[in-house]
């Protein structure tokens, strides 16, 4: 197919489908879009680039790209999950066909809503210190999985079907060697989910607690302990996204231009002819479009087929522009800041985006340990010597 | 303007970094820096023979007639090198002679045999010191830190109003300089010139003066963080690699963070500039400070991370820290541009 027999059909197809949506959706549990998803994945337009077997159209980089680009100009969600899907990535990759067969066209029409159960109270930025335990139940017993522990950070996980789980499953190994992934249902007892307050006083996450609760056989990602590679690349999506976007004021005063809004708020405040807040503004402004010229490159030397490095410095650069953005805000509303509420929603923006900002700095890997993995996986410089790395995990002290 | 396939520009660069790797080594910058002049007219030629000084200059001027973003790449390269070479001083020259009637000029730049350079002397010229006036075909005054002024055959001017070369030789003051790499000197008019260009000509050299000098910081930051880099995986201290210390890592992500970002801002520009597009004046005052700020950062933290070599003259980490700190001078220093950046802003908004 030329790129232009593409675009016509994805236009055409378009054209005859797309009617728009209904105006209010939720990014967690079942998506209200699903009705209109299930249509894009039959046709193919869901993941281009993926076989013909998997709903897709075994499309080039490049043509996957004009299909993306069309559905974006006619403000069509649901393609181009092949590049955006953490969940359809993930399961097509490393689940069972049995599974995969069950899982990935749901997954794609949004049919089932997911939550990540990764980090524990005692295993944040060391994963792999995870205590939840996975025991094989005896195949006389109907065989599966009996899984015990807590997990904590889980967005969603009140509305989700399926949680996609790591949990230990050979504690005589060292501890990257005995960890397993699931996709553990939600919806059973021995799932008990409680909502997480957090310092800017939403419950955007949940703690879950997990006593007993069963994983049917199929539900295994990739081999028996050998989950810590299958997290690897679903971490490095999740990683991806995040670099890429991050969310904005609480209230939407501050206005979805993102770059241009702080320039906004310097007008009203009457402090763009202060010298030195224009130098801040500047500066914030700056890292944020320079964020965006990273990206663009990065993209650009993925489409010629070469491999980028540059892609994985998004989300170091996001937290810096976050944080110092509110910095930025907060210098500019002066004594308003200290105030908050529906009736000063300026300050309520600055003061929520401060808090806020940790959401990517400590989310996903502290910043801290981003720069490690930069510096290692990027720059190739030796590792970080880690004391347990050899150790069975039985014998690992604990804090 | 040529443009250039993908793969033909990647030639281009790969032959000049070939060229510079052998013509230009640091024996050879060390060499140069330390000679009389500042110059030497064995690597100029072999540069010219690449048709590097005429790569922006129009073919029917005997130039290779391609754009700011192969320009920006090549000065990429010189970065990386430390070329010590009027290359940014023609290439500004070139740009400012490019539409006007002293066209005759061009082929001698193109081929190296004339080496042009041009004293900014509007408004008290880009370091506001100096004070040139151009009034009625004569020019007085004495412009500041005007780039290879004492090796080259013509001194142009670049005032507000239009750019000038000048019927007589004018009088130049060699400067001791921070980067022996780029020498600079006070010059002195005072006499009759010639009109050679319009106020457009002045800002369209202005604007790829910058970039080329952008270019030239993103070239300076990729190769200090490869040489610290380098330095932190073979260094052992502790009984380990300097390198496996979070202290060093971060310090090291950290720049790759400000390299690329220059890098991308760079390139950006260039790419402004060729398509004439109307976020031009941002693009280009976002590359001027993004690049001088991560040239001079990366520099700095790479003598930090080399620990006592590079405390050293021996090193070379010094030469590159002079180049950045001496570049992130030239043609307004970041407050400057950060504050233009904001005006574009405002425009754009």
């Given at each position: 197919m030329t790129d232009d027999e593409v675009l016509r059909e994805v236009q055409d197809w378009l054209a005859a489908h797309w009617k728009?949506?209904?105006?209010?959706?939720?990014?967690?549990?079942?998506?209200?879009?699903?009705?209109?998803?299930?249509q894009v994945r039959d046709a193919g337009w869901a993941v281009p680039r993926w076989s013909r077997d998997w709903y897709g159209r075994e499309l080039s980089n490049d043509q996957a790209r004009i299909v993306e680009r069309a559905f974006a100009a006619a403000g069509a969600p649901g393609a181009g999950q092949d590049r955006s899907n953490l969940w359809a990535n993930t399961a097509l990759a490393h689940a069972t066909d049995a599974?995969?067969?069950?899982?990935?066209?749901?997954l794609l029409a949004g049919e089932v809503g997911m939550c990540l159960l990764y980090s524990e109270p005692g295993a944040g930025s060391d994963l792999a210190a995870i205590r939840t335990r996975a025991d094989k139940v005896p195949e006389s017993e109907g065989g599966g999985w009996r899984i015990t522990g807590q997990k904590v950070w889980t967005s969603g996980a009140a509305v989700a079907d399926y949680g996609m789980l790591i949990a230990r499953t050979d504690w005589d190994v060292p501890k990257h060697r005995g960890i397993s992934f699931f996709f553990l249902p939600m919806k059973q007892d021995g799932v008990e989910?409680?909502?997480?307050?957090?310092?800017?006083?939403?419950a955007h996450f949940n703690e879950v607690f997990i006593t007993d609760a069963f994983v049917p056989e199929a539900n295994l990602l990739g081999p028996l302990n050998g989950g810590w590679g299958v997290l690897q690349t679903a971490l490095a999506y999740e990683r991806s996204v995040m670099g890429d976007n991050a969310r904005g004021p609480r209230s939407g005063a501050g206005g979805p231009k993102g770059d241009h809004s702080l320039l906004g708020l310097a007008r009203e405040a009457g402090k763009l002819d202060d010298p030195v807040v224009r130098q801040e503004v500047a500066q914030v402004i700056a890292w944020r479009v320079l964020n965006k010229l990273n990206t663009r490159r990065a993209k650009a030397e993925l489409a010629q087929g070469n491999s980028s490095s540059i892609m994985s410095?998004?989300?170091?650069?996001m937290s810096r522009i976050l944080h110092e953005e509110a910095r930025v805000r907060t210098l500019l509303l002066g004594a308003e800041s200290l105030l908050e509420g529906p009736e000063h929603p300026r300050a309520e923006d600055a003061n929520f985006l401060a808090l806020n900002a940790y959401f990517t700095s400590i989310g996903g890997?502290?910043?801290?340990?981003?720069?490690?993995?930069?510096?290692?996986?990027?720059?190739?410089?030796?590792?970080?010597?880690?004391v347990d790395r050899t150790v069975p995990f039985r014998e690992v002290r604990a804090g | 303007m040529t443009a250039l396939s993908h793969e033909?520009?990647?030639?281009?660069?790969d032959s000049v970094r070939r060229l510079l790797a052998d013509r230009c080594t640091e024996a050879d910058v060390r060499r140069i820096m330390d000679s009389e002049s500042g110059h030497d007219p064995a690597l100029w030629r072999a540069l010219a023979d690449m048709g590097v000084p005429g790569l922006t200059i129009a073919a029917e001027h005997g130039g290779a007639g391609l754009g700011p973003v192969e320009l920006e790449l090549v000065m990429e390269e010189a970065g990386v090198a430390l070329l010590p070479a009027p290359l940014l001083s023609c290439t500004i020259a070139a740009a400012l002679l490019a539409d006007g009637d002293a066209g005759d000029l061009l082929p001698g730049i193109a081929d190296g045999s004339f080496i042009a350079t041009v004293a900014f002397a509007g408004a008290g010229g880009w370091s506001g010191e100096g004070d040139v006036i151009v009034r009625g075909g004569r020019a007085t005054g004495t412009a500041r830190f005007v780039t290879d002024a004492a090796i080259a055959d013509a001194v142009l001017i670049a005032s507000d109003d239009g750019a000038y070369l000048p019927l007589h030789a004018p009088r130049v003051t060699p400067l001791p300089v921070f980067d022996r790499t780029r020498r600079m000197a006070d010059v002195t008019f005072y006499g009759e010139v010639r009109r050679v260009g319009d106020a457009a000509a002045v800002r369209r050299a202005l604007d790829l003066a910058v970039v080329a000098l952008a270019g030239e910081q993103a070239g300076v930051a990729r190769r200090v963080l490869e040489m610290s880099v380098g330095y932190a995986a073979e260094r052992h201290q502790f009984g380990r690699a300097i390198g496996s210390f979070q202290a060093v890592k971060h310090m090291a992500a950290d720049l790759l963070l400000e390299s690329e970002s220059a890098t991308s801002a760079a390139r950006d520009a260039?790419?402004?500039l060729a398509a004439g597009s109307?976020?031009?004046?941002?693009?280009?005052?976002?590359a001027a400070f993004a690049c001088a700020d991560a040239a001079v950062r990366c520099t700095k933290d790479a003598i930090q991370m080399h620990g006592g070599i590079a405390f050293t003259w021996a090193h070379p980490a010094h030469l590159y820290l002079r180049r950045a700190r001496s570049a992130a001078q030239m043609f307004g220093a970041s407050p400057l541009w950060r504050d233009r950046y904001l005006t574009a802003l405002e425009a754009m908004a």
């Open positions: 728009g949506l209904p105006a209010h959706h939720e990014s967690f549990g079942r998506d209200p879009r699903s009705e209109w998803l299930a599974f995969k067969r069950v899982i990935v066209p749901q989910v409680r909502p997480l307050r957090q310092i800017t006083d939403e410095l998004g989300k170091l650069a890997g502290t910043d801290q340990i981003q720069r490690n993995i930069i510096g290692e996986r990027v720059l190739g410089l030796p590792r970080e010597p880690e | 033909d520009r990647a030639a281009l660069v260039a790419e402004h109307g976020e031009r004046e941002a693009a280009v005052a976002l």
